[in-house]
């Protein structure tokens, strides 16, 4: 049985963990993250079992019942603790507070299990300090890029750095797991989109995460004093981004399922009268198909609008994501879970990246459940009602039940 | 006579305040800007000047030389000694420098002077941190507009904060002098293009200062998951914003002598991986003639723009400085001058505003002297060199003391 005043509860006490009203800033490998880490780890510790860090700061949480068998691989779920800047309380935290919802009731049920159980929190899933998203799974899952732990944030600390000031070696690649280890991934999240909303359901199930791209360009030109150079005479880094940011836009509007955001960018020196001599933005493309039509078309844009205007272009690649179809077989027994707490369960492709395609793609059979949310999410107006959290932690205990079997 | 030495040493020493390399960070009211006031003023103070500093930062040094009447209105000459972020070592300062050198000359040689000299360094010329250039020109000239010591930085800083900080009472109106007190205001400034440098000339005279629009735009949209939301549904204002800086570009591009520029832009929440749902940027806009039609047509298109969007767009004007010819004797003194130096005096239109600007609107007869500089300005790469340095100052001497007798 799902309690739903234990879950209640246990929103409202990590929502206050870097919350302010509804807005949530919780970044990646930040002390508050680490706060968020202590407070579920305790209670997971709390319900007996075995907690740890590993070196990518990643939360684990074992529960090896008395039916288990201890080197049978165990069943897995989770979600990240993180959020971006001024994000909610649900993206991420829902799906750990789920999870832990899940195997809590299964527990107070004595429900008889034969494999173990693992609750994970996922470190830095957003990526917005090091722009180096589904961190800690791919750490997890050996699936980081060489050198990632000497990335930089705007203030010249690394990866590594903030790492060994939670008290880590530095070194995230420490954190591999082998991925037979694990039986099944489970991730339980809000919908990021209406979808689930405007069609009046609860909960939904995930058949494809889409193709992502993530780069961070740098355009160098000219700094030039704004009123005393001529508009013939200069090498605009910001003009020439700006149209980038319309390439984009009008390249994923083309596109049948594609979006392309520019969502961060800065100028150097950025003074009102000094014309930009330095332009550094962020890509991030998506698409279930034509993904990486969709990356190459944007970059002969970068390319050509560059060279049109005498400015120079780096483009620096931080994450590509195939598509990702998550398992058949744990998304047929997801839709029966879904219909088990009476929701009738659609299936959607996920606009949004999350740990679960690392899992999948390690080969790790992997599922997701989506919970309505009627605010989007990245946002402080995500919400999900206790009720549809209540109703997603039931559909998880019932799969994690019938998998731990 | 010029002293080379003394004058070297000077820019050598003023450089060291704020620099790093031949780059510069000495922004409008920090204390980098106070501690180059007190270098230059101690200097002053040695030749026995009566220093003294103003409510709203301006520094100020009287000399009642032997024969000069208290009473009588003095020849003002000076510039600014703050510096745009990563600025150089000779905008403004030069201007501040060679004022000195001129003084420091005719006291050398003992020059009979019948009006009082003041020189002047005026503070936050650049405006870089709260928006508000040629602040402490406009304060002692009665010239600020109203509220502005309200105007916050981007860490919720007054300019009032700011001045207290600095041991001011935090209200610069107070800093009002009488324009009669002045019988005239001379400047001096390193040309801020590269006309002077394409000409080989050391030196040019200022015959009008273009006309300047200062404000900062504020788009408002809807910040929302880059993955999760589809492009038919976002508001997304930095794609609003790009359109905005190539209209900017594309109308003044059109103008017969108008520049545009945005030089300062901002997102929030500002993560790859979402939709900017607010874009705050600069623009500034400048022309000899048809000034107010470059203004209009550009606000129009922001209006346009953002309305097309589904974007609310505030525009907070910051500045509006019109079209200033300089005095015609002060002009036609300053070209003598030059010309006694050896220098083929030509006449330029300023691209940049001037604190001059101020006094000449104010009714104090003004005028200018160009140095040129090799790699612009607002730049690490801008640079006068000594001898152009000394040739300025000389012929600032010479019409200091053609002034004053």
């Given at each position: 049985?799902?309690d739903?005043?234990?879950?209640?509860r246990?929103?409202?006490?990590?929502?206050?963990?870097g919350?302010?009203?509804?807005a949530?800033?919780?970044?990646?490998?930040?002390?508050e993250?680490?706060r968020?880490?202590t407070?579920?780890?305790?209670w997971?510790?709390a319900?007996?079992?075995?907690v740890r860090r590993?070196?990518?700061?990643n939360?684990?949480a074992r529960?090896?019942s008395?039916?288990?068998?201890?080197?049978?691989?165990?069943?897995l779920?989770?979600s990240?603790l993180d959020?971006?800047?001024?994000?909610?309380?649900f993206?991420?935290?829902?799906g750990v507070?789920?999870a832990?919802e899940?195997?809590?009731?299964?527990?107070?049920?004595?429900?008889?299990l034969?494999?173990p159980i693992?609750?994970?929190?996922?470190?830095?899933?957003?990526?917005?300090?090091f722009?180096?998203g589904?961190?800690?799974?791919?750490?997890a899952?050996?699936?980081?890029?060489?050198?990632v732990?000497?990335?930089?944030?705007?203030?010249?600390?690394?990866?590594?750095?903030?790492?060994?000031?939670?008290?880590?070696?530095?070194?995230?690649a420490?954190?591999?797991?082998?991925?037979?280890?694990?039986?099944?991934?489970?991730?339980?999240?809000?919908e990021q989109?209406?979808?689930?909303?405007?069609?009046g359901?609860a909960?939904g199930?995930?058949?494809?995460?889409?193709?992502?791209?993530h780069a961070?360009?740098t355009?160098?030109?000219?700094?030039?004093?704004?009123?005393?150079?001529i508009m013939?005479?200069r090498?605009d880094?910001?003009?020439?981004?700006?149209?980038?940011?319309?390439a984009?836009e009008?390249?994923?509007?083309?596109h049948?399922?594609g979006v392309?955001?520019?969502?961060?960018i800065?100028?150097?020196?950025?003074?009102?009268n000094?014309?930009?001599?330095?332009?550094?933005f962020?890509?991030?493309?998506?698409a279930?198909?034509?993904?990486?039509?969709?990356?190459r078309r944007?970059?002969?844009?970068?390319?050509?609008?560059?060279?049109?205007r005498g400015l120079?272009?780096?483009?620096?690649e931080?994450a590509?994501?195939?598509v990702?179809?998550?398992?058949?077989?744990i998304?047929?027994l997801?839709?029966?879970?879904?219909?088990?707490?009476?929701v009738?369960a659609?299936?959607?492709?996920?606009?949004?990246?999350h740990?679960?395609?690392?899992?999948?793609?390690?080969g790790?059979p992997?599922?997701?459940?989506?919970?309505?949310?009627?605010?989007g999410?990245h946002?402080?107006?995500?919400?999900?009602?206790?009720?549809d959290?209540?109703?997603?932690?039931?559909?998880?205990?019932?799969?994690?039940?019938?998998?731990?079997?």
């Open positions: 049985m799902i739903r005043g234990r879950l209640e246990h929103i409202a006490e990590l929502s206050a963990i919350g302010k009203g509804t949530v800033t919780r970044l990646g490998l930040s002390r993250e680490q968020a880490r407070l579920v780890g305790d997971l510790a319900r007996g079992a075995r590993d070196p990518a700061a939360l684990w529960f090896d008395a039916g288990s068998e201890g080197r049978s691989p165990s069943i779920l989770g990240h959020s971006v800047p001024e994000g909610g309380r993206d991420g935290a829902l507070l789920c832990i899940a195997v809590e009731s299964l527990m107070d049920l004595q429900a008889p034969r494999r693992e609750v994970v929190a996922w470190a830095d899933e957003e990526g917005a300090r722009g180096v589904l961190f800690g799974s791919a750490a899952f050996g699936r980081l890029a060489p050198g732990a000497e990335r930089k944030d705007r203030d010249g600390v690394s990866i590594g750095d903030a790492l060994r000031s939670l008290g880590e070696t530095g070194d995230p420490l954190a591999r797991r082998e991925p037979k280890d694990f039986a099944a991934y489970l991730e339980l999240h809000i989109g209406p979808r689930l909303a405007d069609a359901r909960l199930v995930v058949s494809d995460i889409v193709g992502i791209y961070r360009v355009l160098r030109g000219r700094a030039d004093h704004a009123g005393a150079t013939s005479a090498a880094t910001l003009a020439g981004a700006a149209e980038i940011v319309l984009v009008r390249i994923a509007r083309a049948p399922d392309g955001t520019v969502g961060e800065a100028v150097r020196p950025g003074a009102k000094v014309v930009p001599g330095e332009c550094v962020s890509l991030d493309l998506r279930a198909r034509g993904h990486e039509e969709l990356v944007v970059l002969a844009e970068v390319e050509r609008i560059a060279h049109a120079q272009a780096s483009v620096d931080l590509r994501v195939e990702t179809p998550l398992d058949r077989g998304t047929l997801l839709r029966r879970a879904v219909k088990d707490v009476g009738e659609d299936l959607f492709v996920s606009g949004a990246g740990d679960a395609q690392n899992a999948q793609l390690s790790v992997t599922g997701m459940i989506f919970v309505r949310s009627s605010g999410s946002t402080p107006r995500e919400f999900a009602s206790l009720d959290a209540a109703l997603g932690a039931r559909a998880l205990a019932i799969a994690v039940r019938e998998l731990a079997a």
